[in-house]
């Protein structure tokens, strides 16, 4: 039997990760991917806790429609983040966060 703690130990895993990758890693798109990960994390926490939270017999739903809300502005978040990462990468011919965070003029 799964429960409440088996998913919520999954969620820390995951963004404990992706906290990690973002601050260990020097690469914009690995960067990204791991804060997409950490996101992940805390919708998975926001649809267990709706999962298990029963009234009348049913789920609570608000949490999982939070969930839906998140996952819209993600869709969002990567279309312009992907979209600015091609653009520093044009203009610096690197991906690396050194290459971006250097003041040249």
Known sequence: MITLSHYLIVSGMMFA???????????????YMCLEM???????????????????????????????????VAAAEVAVGLAIIVALYRAKQSVETESVTKLQG
């Open 17 to 31: 990760l992706g906290l990690a990758g973002v601050i260990a890693r020097r690469n914009i798109l690995i960067i």
């Open 38 to 72: 950490m996101l992940s994390a805390a919708n998975l926490t926001l649809v267990a806790f709706s999962r298990f939270r029963v009234t009348d017999g049913l789920p609570d739903y608000a949490a999982q429609s939070l969930v839906f809300f998140t996952i819209t």
